[in-house]
């Protein structure tokens, strides 16, 4: 999902009949809620308050005399899951997380002791790819150290802790120094869409008073608007709708735009055109042909990155999409890299799920002898739990992708909202693939900074 302030300014209490600089012979005390201003502070109030190390009167110690300490292990943790009904994957105390779940079917299975169940750190914790709310993965992994009671029946063992949508694959015992996140080279991600996406708008009269209680909700500014939802016989076209081979051709265009290096600030947040992270490599993006569930065709788009940002990929097929569908010129995606602010509409979150990351530098040097591995060592493979993984893949997650779109109808919701926007945000979206002024927006990371202006100004 960065900046410290240089310099701490101190308060001066102001009383009433007392100017602001004159001293008052009181000893002040601290302000306990004043906000952490440096990033260090903002660590240590995070730790202290926020995250699983913080001081809990309440809380039970954790240190259990006699207990038999077995040997520790780092592992690279295989793992897959539904992403619905859980607040994103990252641990977090004050949500119902992916890791959250893991973590204490772990300690349930003694794979982490009771001295460290109280603070996942402890056991140097760390993902290889983050995954927001109600986004899924078929595979992912986990890197930490665990004791392995039994090794025959570890893995059953946790998995019978476990929820169905959560299922841990296997392990593979890693270097000591081994860290996942910056050991992975890269991640695969696949987003589905139906084909019915692509069929052209329909005019949809937005009203200031709600008509029924689906209307969709519009704002611009302080104004609000209301837009009907698509009615039975609408959708029942829609699942009927088939794509043409030239609209599917240039959406494979517009997606292989995406490809190599560019600036992905606008499919983001929070990040502006000058911060470097914004450049991005996608190594390769491959849209398949149409497959048909329940009669309705659905598109899969692979995706092959070294790293994605906040809401990229839904940012991208959105605008890929929306290009698409739209007869815009396929320049306006060029034109997305570049300076200009615009808002992109973000694409359902119930279509992607993160495929599986890579680790071809971390198994090539292993399969070679090199960075101190021992006899002990394996690959981190996915291929290995294969039929397992598709298995679930199939049941949990492009079955309930299919029906919680059947039920829900999120790309309606998503295509309507757009469809019946008002304002100048989405204008970018015409037949000159001309982003006009009024279209761009501005934000703190828009504007110049500091430097920047001096140096204008020399």
């Given at each position: 999902?960065?900046s ?24 002040k005390?601290?302000k ?73 079917a ?11 169940a ?5 056991v140097?914790w ?72 692509f ?8 009203t ?49 735009m ?5 600036n ?35 598109l ?24 698409t ?47 101190g ?9 996915f ?5 397992t ?21 999120w ?18 979206f ?13 934000t703190?990371?828009?504007q ?11």
């Amino acid at each position: 999902m960065e900046s410290s302030e240089s310099s701490e300014q101190k308060d001066v209490k102001v009383e009433a009949g007392v100017k602001r600089d004159q001293p008052t012979g009181k000893k002040k005390e601290p302000k306990e809620n004043k906000r952490a201003k440096s990033a260090k502070e903002r660590r240590e109030h995070q730790k202290k308050n926020q995250s699983w190390g913080a001081d809990d009167s309440d809380r039970v110690s954790t240190a259990v005399p006699g207990e038999a300490r077995l040997p520790k292990k780092k592992v690279a943790l295989l793992f897959g899951y539904n992403g619905a009904n859980y607040q994103g994957l990252q641990l977090n105390p004050a949500a119902e997380t992916i890791e959250k779940v893991v973590f204490e079917a772990l300690c349930k299975a003694n794979a982490i002791p009771k001295m460290n169940a109280d603070d996942p750190q402890k056991v140097s914790w760390m993902r290889a790819a983050r995954t927001d709310k109600g986004v899924h993965a078929a595979g992912n992994i986990l890197s930490l150290k665990i004791n392995i009671p039994n090794e025959e029946t570890l893995i059953d063992d946790i998995n019978s802790i476990l929820p169905e949508q959560i299922r841990v694959w296997g392990y593979v015992v890693v270097q000591r120094s081994f860290n996942c996140r910056t050991a992975c080279d890269s991640r695969v991600y696949e987003y589905l869409l139906p084909s019915a996406a692509f069929m052209p708008p329909t005019n949809k009269e937005a009203t200031k008073e709600a008509q029924n209680p689906t209307d969709v909700k519009l704002q611009c500014g302080d104004e609000i608007r209301y837009a009907p939802r698509s009615t039975d016989e609408e959708l029942k076209e829609k699942d009927n709708y088939r794509i043409d081979k030239d609209t599917l051709e240039k959406f494979r265009e517009a997606m292989g735009m995406y490809v190599g290096t560019h600036n992905f600030h606008n499919y983001t947040i929070g990040r502006g055109f000058r911060d470097k992270s914004c450049y991005r490599f996608l190594k390769s993006i491959k849209v398949e042909d149409p497959i048909y569930i329940g009669g309705t065709e659905w598109l899969s788009v692979k995706l092959h990155g070294q790293s994605f940002m906040l809401h990229q990929i839904r940012k991208m097929i959105s605008m890929a999409l929306l290009t698409t569908r739209l007869r815009c010129p396929l320049s306006l995606i060029e034109r997305s890299f570049e300076e200009k602010r615009i808002n992109i509409p973000k694409a359902p979150a119930v279509g992607l799920l993160l495929d599986h990351p890579v680790f071809g530098s971390y198994n090539k040097n292993i399969k070679s002898g090199k960075g101190g591995s021992g006899p002990d060592r394996d690959p981190i493979d996915f291929d290995k739990y294969k039929d397992t993984i598709e298995a679930f893949r199939e049941k949990w997650i492009y079955t309930k992708i299919f029906e919680s779109e059947k039920t829900e109808r999120w790309f309606d919701l998503f295509l309507t909202s757009v469809d019946a926007h008002f304002g100048p945000d989405f204008k970018y979206f015409n037949a000159e693939g001309v982003i006009p002024d009024e279209a761009v927006i501005t934000t703190k990371h828009t504007q110049p900074s500091e430097e920047e202006k001096a140096a204008a100004e020399e």
